[in-house]
């Protein structure tokens, strides 16, 4: 599966933005999908999941409210709502998938990864 994400951007604080990660060559199966955020001079960090057979979610816990995650089964995507932006959430997003995990979703072993795409949040 090679994977694109796209919709970043530049928003101002409040704004609201939707990544979308597209899955080419072949479908998610039963696998799972994430999203991760790394921001300049930070440690990459787990923002959201999806198994995508059971469409059964897990976004961690400080971002829980603003964000949520969802896939569109027949167009093999997943995407990250993302409202109520702030200056912090300012990063890099990645998604990543793998095509079997049976620990809780922010501890699968993503082996899949896809070029990030920029947010950018402006005070």
């Not at 090679?2 to 072949?26: E, M, P």
Request: glycine share 10%; proline share 2%; aromatic share 8%.
């Amino acid at each position: 599966v090679q994977l694109q994400a796209s919709g970043g951007g530049l928003v101002q604080a409040g704004g609201s933005l939707k990544l979308t990660c597209a899955a080419s060559r072949r479908t998610f199966g039963s696998g799972v999908v994430g999203w991760f955020r790394q921001a300049p001079g930070k440690e990459r960090q787990f923002v959201a999941a999806i198994r995508w057979k059971s469409a059964h979610t897990a976004t961690t816990d400080s971002l829980k409210g603003r964000f949520a995650i969802s896939r569109d089964n027949t167009a093999n995507t997943a995407y990250l709502q993302m409202n109520n932006l702030k200056p912090e959430d300012t990063a890099v997003y990645y998604c990543a998938a793998t095509s079997a995990c049976s620990r809780l979703l922010h501890q699968c072993d993503y082996d899949n990864w896809g070029p990030g795409t920029l947010v950018t949040v402006s005070s």
